[in-house]
């Protein structure tokens, strides 16, 4: 199986390189050398149905929503240490020629400001580098683990489409019924209510703690197979018809689809 001949590199930019750069950003350098990549290519920043990026803490959503992007069609993070930016290019190659996104823009980069860290350590402590999280989230406190994204995301859902708290919590009704004759669940017979979940405490409101993802131990793993229908036929598979990884925030109007 080959890509050749599947995908081709059209635009590139790329920035100086310093050891420090002071008054510098990550994602300011990123953003200079996306628009010189769009440029090169004679694209416009709307014709970008794709992002990936380092992933980690420098996720697809967040920098499409710096540099202007709606990547609705695919947004992955790529994070295999050095190698990254050759298997972000592999990964936009296959999901062009799947079909998935006309136009994927792979974009990594990192600051070295001494005044605002970015992995600088200043007398022995590690200094925190600017970000929607320094700006948005730590002057008001922050809820445990992703629940205060999440509760933006809520709360703004209700805000635009009017969404009532009740059709939010049957989202968790139901997916506690779907796990309640899985004998290798940790929630095995015992079912919850609409009300159950609507009269459990608040972490981030509107989201209510049986509305939060419940740590639990274990593992799973799927193969995927190119022979579609000889697996199924066989193995009693299951076909992917569309699988469609994006993101979800101010930067896209999409989710992850799986069908």
């Not at 974009?107 to 320094?134: E, K």
């Not at 509760?151 to 997916?175: C, D, F």
């Not at 779907?178 to 079912?191: D, I, M």
């Not at 197979?225 to 993101?247: D, M, Q, Y």
Request: charged share 15%; proline share 6%; glycine share 12%.
């Amino acid at each position: 199986m080959s890509l050749r001949g599947k995908a081709a590199i059209v635009g590139i930019g790329e920035t100086a390189h310093r050891r420090v750069w002071p008054g510098r950003t990550e994602r300011g350098l990123c953003a200079e050398a996306a628009a010189m990549a769009i440029a090169d290519a004679g694209l416009h920043k709307d014709d970008i149905d794709g992002i990936i990026t380092f992933g980690g803490l420098t996720y697809p959503g967040p920098m499409a929503e710096y540099i202007g992007l709606k990547p609705n069609h695919f947004a992955a993070g790529a994070s295999m240490m050095g190698c990254s930016a050759g298997v972000s290019l592999t990964i936009a190659s296959s999901a062009i020629n799947a079909g998935m996104a006309k136009h994927i823009l792979c974009v990594f980069g990192g600051g070295r400001d001494p005044a605002a860290g970015a992995g600088i350590h200043l007398g022995g402590r590690p200094v925190v580098p600017p970000s929607t999280a320094s700006e948005f989230e730590v002057p008001y406190g922050k809820a445990v683990a992703a629940n205060t994204g999440y509760g933006w995301l809520y709360s703004r859902h209700m805000h635009v489409y009017g969404t009532k708290p009740e059709q939010i919590a049957l989202i968790s009704v139901r997916q506690r019924f779907n796990t309640l004759n899985n004998p290798r669940s940790a929630f095995q017979n015992q079912p919850i209510t609409l009300e159950d979940v609507l009269n459990s405490r608040y972490i981030n409101e509107p989201l209510h703690i049986l509305e939060c993802v419940m740590p639990v131990a274990g593992a799973a793993s799927r193969r995927t197979h190119h022979e579609v229908k000889k697996s199924i036929k066989a193995r009693h598979g299951i076909g992917v018809t569309l699988a469609c990884p994006t993101h979800v925030g101010p930067g896209a109007d999409g989710a992850g689809r799986l069908s």
